[in-house]
């Protein structure tokens, strides 16, 4: 018997948080540590984009289509499928998820209307690649902008330097 999507989601969440205990709150959330995907697997406690980065990496290894999602103050994941949101949502959807997942809240799933609400309150106005999976390139810049501003924060020029030639490289 096949599994649903959230059924694939449920168990994946399971592992990784039940299991192997990841944590997304640590007690320093703007410490780099929580950056760098060596320490969180070794610690097992991450800043919300390092979360989502692993959880994505290992959702694909297993063949799930779970992608980024670059949603401003807010890193999530989208589970992809065509069929089944076409099925779900009917012919006036404009992107293929079906939901989206937030590995920075143990993997708790939501929808577009969460992501509709939270823009609502931060005053933000929608525009659709909040919507939309981004590319593996979009993430790693994610990743870098705000570990710059976290060592900016901490008085580290020299890092914060280094990690804004890379961004302007990638960029």
């Not at 948080?17 to 780099?32: E, G, K, L, Q, R």
């Not at 890193?75 to 089944?84: C, G, H």
């Not at 501003?149 to 890092?159: A, D, F, I, L, S």
Request: net charge neutral; with cysteine; hydrophobic share 45%.
């Amino acid at each position: 018997q096949e599994l649903t999507a959230l059924e694939k989601v449920r168990i994946l969440n399971h592992i990784l948080f039940d299991i192997h205990h990841f944590n997304a709150n640590p007690s320093n959330i703007h410490s780099p540590q929580y950056y760098y995907i060596n320490n969180v697997l070794e610690t097992k406690k991450a800043h919300p984009i390092a979360i989502a980065i692993i959880y994505i990496s290992i959702a694909q290894r297993l063949n799930l289509p779970i992608f980024g999602v670059d949603l401003p103050k807010n890193f999530v994941a989208a589970y992809v499928d065509q069929l089944s949101a076409f099925e779900a949502f009917g012919e006036n959807i404009d992107t293929p998820v079906l939901f989206y997942i937030n590995p920075y809240n143990k993997g708790w799933v939501f929808s577009r209307k969460e992501i509709d609400i939270f823009l609502k309150q931060a005053k933000i106005e929608p525009q659709s690649s909040f919507y939309s999976p981004c590319s593996n390139l979009k993430i790693i810049e994610r990743l870098i902008s705000n570990l710059l501003v976290t060592y900016e924060q901490m008085g580290y020029n020299e890092k914060a330097n280094e990690l804004s030639t890379l961004l302007k490289i990638l960029i």
